[in-house]
């Protein structure tokens, strides 16, 4: 489990069943009220780019992902 603060670009988490990789971010500490993170994530199933906002300390599902270079055995 990582929280609002682990957010970084290039973090990769899962809300509501649905894989986000984060675009851009800002933490957002506004005069009246808690603080928030606004950002802006890239959906992994059909790559739209969404808007999210977190409360500051919610708790999210991070999810590892790695990049293999794959070498495939047919011409084209």
Do not use: C, W
Not at 5 to 10: E, L, N, P, V, Y
Not at 21 to 26: A, N, P, R, S, Y
Not at 52 to 64: C, H, V
Request: glycine fraction near 8%; charged fraction near 30%.
């Amino acid at each position: 489990m990582a929280t609002t603060a682990d957010i970084r670009k290039g973090f990769a988490f899962t809300v509501e069943g649905k894989l986000y990789l984060v675009v851009d971010f800002q933490h957002v500490k506004p005069g009246k009220g808690g603080a928030f993170v606004r950002t802006k994530v890239r959906n992994l199933e059909n790559n739209n780019v969404v808007e999210i906002t977190f409360n500051s300390g919610k708790s999210l599902d991070e999810i590892r992902l790695e990049r293999n270079p794959y070498q495939y055995l047919y011409k084209e």
